[in-house]
């Protein structure tokens, strides 16, 4: 269930994946939303896209307390130290950026009181239009930092797995 010296471990392993799955569907899921007029199709997509959000959330917080109380990174692979700081700070970007989007989603959530339309069976007309709120901003770009991120860090493990041929994605399978 822990990682070794060598490799993550389960626990580890199934967090990211799992992560790496409902990051994508939340974007597809808010980037649909986001562009359409349909009042009825938001919502339904909402319906989806606010408890995804919670549980990457929840799943996050769970992945900073794991790493920091129950377990270890595996060492690093051999690089240049540039690149070693480069891959840890991408990932310390990806827990500010999905907790960011977390809380901004709350806030708007909150500001708005769309969670009696999304849950609460209030009529869909009633559907605020988040760009009124504040939180909307620093959503829509944590998004757009959020892709970057994933470009950056899916690139880099392609570039070690097929490039340097370092076994890095064997790390992080189960």
Known sequence: MKSSSERYGTVATLIHWTSVAL???????GAIASDTENVQVKLTLLRLHVPLGLIIFLLTLFRIVWWWKFDEKPKSLPMPIWQDRFARAVHVLFYIVILGMSMSGIGMLILSNAGS????????????DFW??????????????????FVLHAGAALFHQFYIKDGLLRRMWL
């Open 132 to 149: 009124e709120y504040a939180p909307r901003v620093p959503h829509g770009i944590g998004a757009k930092v959020m892709i970057c991120l």
């Open 23 to 29: 990051i994508l569907a939340l974007f597809a899921l």
């Open 117 to 128: 339309v999304i849950f609460g069976g209030a009529a869909a007309a009633s559907l605020p």
